[in-house]
């Protein structure tokens, strides 16, 4: 399935000179699906994440950090290192308080990011 990264870089600052560019985009689409996936489950395995996060939250989580900067445009640049202190104990494996609501997936991730074209 093809698929464009420039209308996921649409309004995204800096972007400019990578927008419609997709070579370095394929590469690194496929190649980091496999490495969230042995990263997440070596961080899984060793019991210090979640079982219930998978590499589909990645992306979400990238959004998450960058919505806090452009919430405090001109006042904290900086918040997203805060978000990023409080964010792993949401991460943190915890037997007794599972996630009760699933993932997105990776095909609704793509959706969403733009990164698939339809047929």
Aim: hydrophobic share 40%; aromatic share 4%.
């Amino acid at each position: 399935m093809a698929w464009d990264a420039s209308p996921a870089l649409v309004g995204v600052p800096g972007s400019g000179e990578i927008a419609g560019v997709s070579g370095p985009f394929e590469a690194a689409r496929g190649g980091m699906p496999p490495f969230l996936e042995a990263l997440i489950q070596r961080a899984q395995e060793s019991g210090r994440l979640r079982p219930e996060v998978t590499p589909s939250d990645i992306p979400v989580i990238q959004h998450m950090l960058s919505a806090a900067t452009r919430f405090t445009p001109g006042k904290r640049p900086d918040i997203w290192r805060r978000c990023l202190e409080i964010l792993p104990e949401g991460l943190r494996h915890r037997p007794d308080n599972p996630a009760t609501t699933p993932s997105l997936g990776n095909e609704t991730v793509e959706q969403v990011m733009g990164l698939v074209v339809p047929e």
